[in-house]
């Protein structure tokens, strides 16, 4: 996926492991996993907010939507991309890194209508702490690849092949 930027941060655990003596590898998880709970409460507060800037985003296209609002909205994206796999459903982890798959290949594409935006977008707040039984989870990432196929556009490669939205092609 294009327009996605890699940056190492130092951290405390990467340092600590890279240290002779001081903890065990195993108290660095731990202490690291109970830092991230922490957090938890604040970050799944954000989750609505940065749906909420995203469907603004979109919303200020209007119906049609160029190739820099794409990029732009690819930006913005990346933290909802970090809450979401940190703290977030299998489910609703899934409806977002469609959500950036379908953006990056619509910009690649030229594709200019908002309307599949919209959808992954109304998806991720419906999926996001509400308690959707499993039955429609799976159809609603159903018609999200529906769209995918639609429009020629392939899901991020960590689904499974087929109807759930994996490699188009692949079944």
Do not use: W
């Amino acid at each position: 996926m294009s327009g996605c930027k890699i940056i190492r941060v130092k951290n405390i655990l990467g340092e600590l492991l890279s240290m002779p003596g001081g903890i065990s590898r195993e108290e660095a998880v731990h202490e690291a996993q109970a830092l991230i709970e922490e957090l938890r409460e604040d970050c799944e507060k954000a989750v609505p907010v940065e749906i909420t800037r995203l469907e603004d985003l979109v919303a200020v296209a209007g119906g049609s939507i160029s190739a820099l609002q794409l990029e732009n909205l690819l930006d913005q994206v990346d933290p909802l991309l970090t809450l979401s796999g940190t703290f977030g459903s299998e489910v609703f982890d899934s409806v977002v890194k469609r959500f950036c798959d379908l953006a990056a290949g619509m910009r690649d594409k030229g594709i200019t209508t908002t309307a599949p935006l919209k959808v992954h977008l109304s998806a991720m707040r419906l999926v996001y702490k509400n308690d959707v039984p499993e039955a429609d989870c799976t159809a609603i990432l159903a018609e999200l690849s529906l769209i995918h196929k639609h429009y020629g556009i392939a899901s991020h490669e960590g689904d499974p092949p087929g109807v759930l939205g994996g490699p188009l092609g692949a079944a």
